[in-house]
């Protein structure tokens, strides 16, 4: 510890601390512009200078280490001149246009101008132009007004791991530009705009839309990811204007992914829905609530009087609040079925039987910092969890050591230490070979009930680096991603997981897909005894499907499965916030349900974080909160037990009012035989499935500035040089992809980050449905 | 009124800069003195500081004290680097040891990385000059083949890799941790210090930085002791010192001279001022260093001390002259705009700064100028000096203050009268070149 006075104030501060830290800790506010606490230091704008005992000139706070008894003054006269003279030149060239920029009201430059800067300029010389750029859809650019501080080129290189942009010339012609003809296309891309200290990089999509000081800000959470990002939504006259972090240090930090920041735009897109509509003799028809609920009910009604129960089932989306999960669960066990399930991406549910208690992540998200060896098995970490994968990335830079087993190698922007690459269908093995090298390693046996098929396996050069690299750590975890998630041999690849952070004490956990994959297996929105999953339930359609939040040809495990299901239906009642074009084919009736922003809610996020958030605007036309719809629907069925008055009520009945209900029923583990089963048969192709950011919900997928992002580009047919060889297709060649569900033309883009006899097809999209499962063997052919 | 000369010695045949001119003028012996007589490394460092060496690239810092703040007992690679950057206007004696004395360069390097335990160097070169550059890859290459360079050195366990390294003419890569950016293969823009370069240097590794002629210097201190060296120029000014003349003298040139030659016999050395015209200022020690005017400086002897005494710096030893044909104002206007042009635009006094102090002089000279500016320019360098990264900010506002506080009333003349205090005829005849009309 060492001893500093701040401006008269004696304090303790810890080794290495900067003056600024320890101004910070006296409650002193330094203006400052490039420093940043998350960005290193670059010391360039000056503001911060302050006055320092015995220096002979002043000192920039941030980055100045405090020595033993160091005194310091923040606001002497010496500092306050250097202060106002670093404001003088920050304004001389900055242009007096806040009445038209976007910053305005919300500009640390605006803001301490006030208190450094003059009335009127000393500068009557012509101010500096710099041309704008083309950062892409979501960052609009005034570069006329930046002041060079550099923390968006840190923050791209730094927290996103790619310097997408960077200060080119000299002096007073220096301009932060992206490299020439290039734009910013980072999933993160988004925290550059809350960086930027003055207006000149702004959210495009939100440009002149509000003044910052006409919306009022409302806490809420974020409903894409596992994370659950903490969100500060704005609104003004009942309209979702923008979304900005609210910082939570153990969950997004201070950043949002662009998928949080931007997918709000979809909450006033066309395919809203906001009228309750049902089909009655073939047409559709929009009619009140108390038509289609009743409308509704019958239909379920006379399908269980005359079908039976079992012949009814939920499909509910991992994306759709705790509220709505407990009720619709409920309500579907009332009616005497147990056919629930909200996996609706997974096709492996072997493990249930032996599975107790939620898959998740198996330790906090702020402890990936003290991990030093991380394993991952098969994910796009990057795509599919951006902050995590930031978390991942700062950690690696302090000694943390990442390894991946998977069939896809593309870039996560930090160091992954060993790799194997290869196939799904040998992703088992692979990872029993890691299993084998590692008990080698670490001297313990391998356990009883999967050592007889690890002893068969042959250890790969990468399964004994991987094992090699695990052995030698200290504070390991093995992490499954949703592409092991959605392996058609999930719970065998689990089973391995748990081996590993058995033999290195270290932890297990799935990453998982959606904001409320923990929070669905907690209120039970999967099935239960004699109940049956979602690949049962579509693969010996049922009579009545009620689905909540999930759209047929994007949210499930098979786009074509699903479809034919739904079609040869007697009942599909579809709650959701769109009007789905496919649901209007096979729906039979579409209630409007609130976005999460329309209703109060709950989500637990991956580390079994419960978070609460309340509505921020009024449910836009005739839609409803869903938890009021399904609660309505429960009294119309006659069900006991949905007589609430609040969301709050709904959530103490699901929690069980407890606050450990939660936390008490992580869990997740399987115990399993291991498959032996071929993951893949036929000739061809193994397909391996990315859900690409931007289509893995309903949200994002109409989020128009997300969807002209480079990451929502159409889907490609993505194969190594060998494979295309071996097919005959060449780079940027039409191709014809055939399963044993139907065929698709794609463009096949030769990709070395795709595993040998792997083909890479992104699920979740129109031009990829009519293949059907997300995985298997697919053939291609060119066209 | 003689020179004195150590590192341009002999330099009269166009074979000088050969190594084998160079051993036939006593070259390598310095460093076969060291392998021969096991000099320790210590020793060796003491050497350097007895002789009283004072860094020739502009700060004057003592070469044997930062020499001796590389930790001994680093257990990673360390690093050499020269200042060869040479971007001061009016500095051309790097460019000439380069050209026709490399390895003294190369041999001062070698002794400095045996001194620190270095294992490997960059000579990082001034991009402008690139056939300096090629001559250097080649003198490296006659080193490394006569076994003066490279692994087991004349035989011995001590290695010593140098590389040549060219920049792209940016002024600021002079600047010794944006030389070392430069080198890592970055934009070449000052780190904040602390850490120093001693710490945290090329690729986050101890690492120093001396000028070239700071180098060329070693040998002799090794091979004469430092006591000699010291004693040739004056107590805490050791040695001979390489003056880069240019302006409104009769033979502009590099002249080696003792530190402490009076600053007439240097003008004297260099044909005096040119066509008798008398002498107005002088810029001692190149282009960032304060101007005098000429009574001042003609009391001076040419060394360290005596010149901070007079109120500027020794700097790199660029003795810019001025007679009395010169404006001040256009000259103060030129020299504001290198620094305008030069700023790297990192941190915000010096990039803001230099501009608007180019623009306030430019409308000074050209007729523009209002009654206040000189207040203007005043206050403008005092916001600029002390508050930068690195010592740019100051190298700029240090022209404008000092040429503002000597010849004020030629600065106010132009503003009273929107023309030049020293008639346009008369500058064109002094310079033998036009000027224009306001001028």
């Given at each position: 510890?060492l001893e500093?006075?701040?401006?008269g104030k004696?304090i303790?501060?810890n080794d290495?601390s900067t003056v600024m830290?320890?101004a ?6 330094v ?5 940043h606490?998350?960005l290193s ?12 005992e015995?220096?002979p000139k ?6 100045t280490p ?7 003054w923040?606001?002497?006269e010496?500092?306050?001149?250097a202060?106002k003279?670093v404001?003088e030149?920050?304004?001389i060239?900055?242009?007096l246009?806040?009445?038209i920029c976007d ?8 803001d ?8 009127s300029?000393r500068y009557q010389e012509?101010?500096?132009?710099v041309?704008?750029k083309?950062l892409g859809s979501?960052v609009?650019t005034d ?7 550099t923390r968006?080129?840190?923050f ?18 220096a301009?932060i530009?992206?490299f020439?003809?290039?734009?910013v296309?980072?999933?993160l891309s988004g925290?550059?705009i809350?960086l ?5 990089l ?8 509000a003044?910052?000081?006409e919306?009022s800000?409302r806490?809420s959470?974020s ?5 659950g990002?903490?969100l500060?939504v704005q609104v003004k006259h009942d309209t979702v204007k923008?979304?900005?972090?609210l910082?939570n240090?153990a969950i997004?930090?201070?950043w949002l992914?662009d998928?949080d920041?931007?997918?709000y735009?979809a ?8 009228k ?12 009140d609530w ?13 399908t ?8 009814v089932?939920a ?7 705790l ?12 009616l005497?079925?147990?056919?629930i ?5 997974q096709a492996?549910?072997?493990?249930d039987?032996?599975r107790?208690g939620?898959?998740w992540?198996?330790?906090p998200?702020?402890?990936v910092a003290s991990?030093?060896?991380l394993l ?9 969890h951006?902050?995590l994968?930031?978390?991942v ?7 943390l050591?990442?390894?991946y ?9 930090l160091p992954?230490?060993?790799r ?5 269908g040998?992703?088992?093995a ?8 590692l008990?080698?390693?670490?001297s313990k046996p391998v ?7 690890v ?6 050069p990468?399964a004994?680096?991987?094992?090699d690299d695990?052995?030698a750590?200290s504070?390991?975890a093995?992490w499954?991603g ?7 041999q999930?719970a065998?690849?689990q089973?391995l ?6 033999l ?6 799935i990453i998982?897909e959606a904001?409320?994959?923990v929070g669905?297996h907690v209120v ?5 005894a ?5 690949a ?8 009545a499907?009620?689905?909540?939040g ?7 495990a098979d ?7 739904f079609?040869?239906?007697g009942l599909?009642?579809s709650l959701?916030?769109f ?10 009736a579409?209630l409007p349900?609130a976005?999460f922003t329309?209703?109060?809610g709950?989500?637990v996020n991956c580390e079994?974080?419960v978070?609460s ?5 009024k ?5 409803r ?7 309505v629907?429960g009294n119309l069925?006659?069900l006991?037990?949905?007589?609430f008055a609040?969301?709050d009520e709904?959530?103490v009945?699901?929690l069980g009012?407890s606050p450990?209900?939660v936390s008490?029923r ?13 993951a893949?048969?036929g000739?061809?192709?193994e397909?391996v ?6 289509f893995?919900d309903?949200l994002?997928r ?13 889907p490609?047919?993505r194969m190594?040089a060998?494979?295309a ?5 060449a780079?940027g060649?039409?191709v014809?992809?055939r ?13 070395e980050a795709?595993?040998?006899?792997c083909?890479r097809?992104?699920g979740?999209?129109?031009s ?13 052919e060119?066209l | ?6 590192i341009f010695a ?8 050969r190594l084998?001119d160079?051993?036939a003028r006593?070259?390598y012996?310095a460093?076969k003195k060291?392998?021969?007589e096991?000099?320790s490394?210590e020793?060796?460092?003491a050497?350097v ?7 020739r690239g502009?700060a004057g ?14 257990p990673?690679?360390?690093y050499?680097?020269?200042?060869s950057d040479?971007?001061?206007?009016g500095?051309?004696k790097?460019?000439d ?8 360069v190369?041999?001062?390097?070698t002794i400095?990385a ?5 294992e490997?160097g ?5 991009g402008?000059?690139f056939?300096?550059?090629?001559r250097?890859e080649e ?12 692994q ?5 366990d001590?290695g010593f890799?140098?590389?040549?390294h060219?920049?792209y003419?940016a002024?600021i890569?002079g600047e ?10 970055k934009?070449?823009q000052?780190?904040f210090k602390p850490?120093?370069p001693a ?7 101890p ?8 180098f ?9 002791g430092g006591e ?5 120029g004056?107590?805490?000014?050791g040695g ?8 409104h003298v009769?033979?502009?040139g590099n002249y080696?001279v003792?530190?402490g ?13 040119r066509g008798?015209?008398?002498l ?6 190149g ?9 001042i400086?003609?009391?001076?002897t040419?060394d360290?001390?005596?010149?901070s005494?007079a109120?500027?710096?020794l700097?790199?030893g660029a003795v ?13 206007e030129r ?7 030069e ?6 006094p010096?990039?803001?700064?230099t501009?608007?102090?180019?623009r ?11 009654p206040?500016?000189l207040?203007l ?6 916001n600029?000096m002390?508050r930068t990264i690195?010592a ?6 240090m022209p ?5 506080k000597?010849?004020g009333?030629?600065?106010e ?5 929107k ?9 064109n005849?002094g310079?033998?070149?036009?000027v224009g009309?306001?001028c």
């Amino acid at each position: 510890m060492l001893e500093i006075e701040i401006d008269g104030k004696v304090i303790q501060v810890n080794d290495g601390s900067t003056v600024m830290d320890a101004a910070t800790q006296a409650g002193s506010y330094v203006p400052h512009f490039c420093y940043h606490k998350k960005l290193s230091i670059a010391a360039n704008c000056r503001m911060c200078l302050v006055q320092v005992e015995k220096a002979p000139k002043p000192l920039p706070a941030c980055a100045t280490p405090v020595t033993n008894g160091m005194k310091v003054w923040t606001h002497s006269e010496a500092a306050v001149k250097a202060q106002k003279g670093v404001m003088e030149f920050l304004l001389i060239n900055h242009p007096l246009d806040c009445p038209i920029c976007d910053q305005g009201g919300e500009c640390q430059l605006q803001d301490l101008a006030v208190g450094y800067g003059d009335s009127s300029s000393r500068y009557q010389e012509e101010k500096r132009v710099v041309l704008n750029k083309n950062l892409g859809s979501l960052v609009a650019t005034d570069m006329t007004r930046c002041i060079n501080c550099t923390r968006c080129v840190r923050f791209t290189q730094e927290i996103a791991g790619e310097m997408e942009l960077g200060q080119a010339f000299r002096g007073e012609h220096a301009e932060i530009m992206p490299f020439v003809e290039k734009t910013v296309d980072s999933e993160l891309s988004g925290n550059i705009i809350d960086l930027c200290p003055v207006g000149a990089l702004t959210s495009k999509p939100f440009r002149f839309s509000a003044r910052t000081w006409e919306m009022s800000r409302r806490k809420s959470v974020s409903p894409h990811d596992s994370l659950g990002s903490n969100l500060i939504v704005q609104v003004k006259h009942d309209t979702v204007k923008r979304v900005l972090p609210l910082e939570n240090e153990a969950i997004n930090e201070c950043w949002l992914s662009d998928k949080d920041r931007f997918a709000y735009e979809a909450l006033g897109s066309d395919e809203r829905l906001t009228k309750p509509m049902i089909r009655q003799g073939g047409e559709w028809q929009e009619v009140d609530w108390q038509t289609a609920l009743e409308f509704v009910a019958n239909g379920l009604k006379s399908t269980v009087r005359e079908q039976g129960a079992q012949s009814v089932g939920a499909l509910l989306s991992p994306h759709a609040t705790l509220e709505e999960l407990h009720l619709a669960q409920k309500l579907m066990r009332g009616l005497g079925s147990e056919n629930i399930d909200s996996r609706l991406r997974q096709a492996d549910f072997s493990g249930d039987a032996s599975r107790s208690g939620a898959p998740w992540l198996g330790m906090p998200i702020a402890e990936v910092a003290s991990l030093n060896r991380l394993l991952v098995v098969g994910s796009f970490l990057r795509k599919d969890h951006p902050l995590l994968a930031q978390r991942v990335r700062q950690a690696a830079k302090r000694g943390l050591r990442v390894s991946y087993v998977g069939p896809n190698a593309e870039d996560w922007l930090l160091p992954v230490r060993n790799r194997a690459l290869v196939a799904p269908g040998k992703m088992l093995a692979e990872l029993a070979g890691v299993v084998k090298a590692l008990s080698l390693a670490v001297s313990k046996p391998v356990s009883g009930a999967i050592a007889d098929y690890v002893a068969a396996v042959a250890i790969s050069p990468a399964a004994q680096a991987i094992a090699d690299d695990l052995a030698a750590g200290s504070s390991a975890a093995v992490w499954l991603g949703n592409l092991a998630a959605q392996h058609p041999q999930a719970a065998s690849l689990q089973q391995l997981a748990q081996e590993i952070a058995r033999l290195v004490d270290g932890r297990v956990g799935i990453i998982g897909e959606a904001a409320n994959s923990v929070g669905a297996h907690v209120v039970g929105a999967v099935p239960g005894a004699g109940g049956r999953n979602v690949a049962d339930m579509l693969d010996k359609p049922l009579a009545a499907y009620l689905v909540l939040g999930a759209e047929a040809e994007f949210d499930f495990a098979d786009a074509v499965k699903t479809r034919t299901a739904f079609e040869q239906a007697g009942l599909v009642v579809s709650l959701g916030a769109f009007r789905s074009v496919a649901a209007l084919d096979y729906a039979d009736a579409m209630l409007p349900i609130a976005p999460f922003t329309e209703t109060a809610g709950t989500f637990v996020n991956c580390e079994g974080r419960v978070q609460s958030f309340y509505g921020v605007v009024k449910p836009l036309g005739e839609t409803r909160p869903g938890w009021k719809v399904l609660r309505v629907l429960g009294n119309l069925l006659g069900l006991d037990g949905f007589d609430f008055a609040k969301a709050d009520e709904v959530c103490v009945e699901a929690l069980g009012g407890s606050p450990e209900f939660v936390s008490e029923r992580l869990g997740g583990l399987v115990d399993v035989p291991l498959s032996s089963q071929p993951a893949a048969e036929g000739k061809g192709f193994e397909r391996v499935a990315d859900i690409p950011l931007y289509f893995a919900d309903p949200l994002v997928r109409r989020a128009p500035s997300l969807q002209k992002t480079k990451d929502a580009a159409a889907p490609l047919a993505r194969m190594n040089a060998a494979t295309a060889a071996a097919s005959g297709v060449a780079d940027g060649q039409l191709v014809r992809l055939r399963s044993a569900a139907g065929v698709v033309s794609l463009t096949a883009r030769v990709d070395e980050a795709v595993a040998d006899g792997c083909v890479r097809v992104a699920g979740a999209h129109q031009s990829t449905a009519g293949l059907g499962p997300l995985s298997g063997v697919i053939s291609v052919e060119g066209l | 009124m003689s020179t004195h000369e150590l590192i341009f010695a002999g330099l009269d045949g166009d074979r000088t800069w050969r190594l084998e001119d160079y051993v036939a003028r006593g070259g390598y012996s310095a460093l076969k003195k060291i392998i021969n007589e096991k000099i320790s490394p210590e020793d060796v460092i003491a050497e350097v500081k007895k002789s009283g060496l004072r860094g020739r690239g502009g700060a004057g810092f003592p070469t044997g004290l930062k020499w001796s703040f590389m930790p001994r007992a680093f257990p990673g690679a360390k690093y050499l680097a020269c200042n060869s950057d040479e971007g001061e206007p009016g500095t051309f004696k790097d460019r000439d040891i380069l050209r026709y004395n490399p390895h003294s360069v190369i041999e001062g390097m070698t002794i400095a990385a045996y001194a620190m335990g270095c294992e490997r160097g960059y000579n990082y070169i001034h991009g402008e000059i690139f056939d300096v550059y090629q001559r250097f890859e080649e003198a490296l290459a006659e080193a490394r083949a006569a076994g003066f360079l490279g692994q087991n050195i004349l035989g011995t366990d001590f290695g010593f890799e140098l590389f040549a390294h060219h920049g792209y003419g940016a002024y600021i890569c002079g600047e010794e941790t944006a030389l070392l950016e430069s080198i890592e293969g970055k934009k070449g823009q000052p780190r904040f210090k602390p850490p120093f370069p001693a710490s945290y240097g090329i690729y986050g590794k101890p690492t120093t930085i001396n000028n070239t002629e700071t180098f060329a210097s070693v040998p002799f201190i090794i091979n004469d002791g430092g006591e000699h060296f010291l004693n040739l120029g004056k107590p805490n000014n050791g040695g001979t010192k390489i003056f880069s003349v240019s302006g409104h003298v009769g033979r502009p040139g590099n002249y080696e001279v003792r530190l402490g030659t009076p600053f007439s016999e240097l003008l004297a050395l260099a044909g005096g001022v040119r066509g008798g015209r008398r002498l107005k200022a002088v810029i001692p020690g190149g282009s960032s260093a304060p101007v005098l005017p000429a009574d001042i400086m003609m009391d001076c002897t040419m060394d360290y001390d005596s010149i901070s005494k007079a109120g500027s710096m020794l700097g790199s030893g660029a003795v810019i002259v001025m007679d009395e044909s010169t404006c001040m104002v256009k000259a103060l206007e030129r020299l504001s705009y290198f620094y305008f042009e030069e700023s790297c635009g990192q941190c915000t006094p010096c990039r803001e700064g230099t501009g608007w102090l180019y623009r306030v002089v430019h409308r000074i000279e050209h007729g523009k100028g209002r009654p206040e500016d000189l207040d203007l320019l005043n206050s403008v360098t005092a916001n600029i000096m002390g508050r930068t990264i690195c010592a740019l900010g100051d190298a700029a506002s240090m022209p404008v203050q000092s040429f503002v506080k000597h010849f004020g009333s030629e600065f106010e003349y132009h503003i009273e009268h929107k023309q030049c205090l020293v008639p346009a005829d008369v500058q064109n005849e002094g310079s033998k070149i036009y000027v224009g009309p306001t001028c």
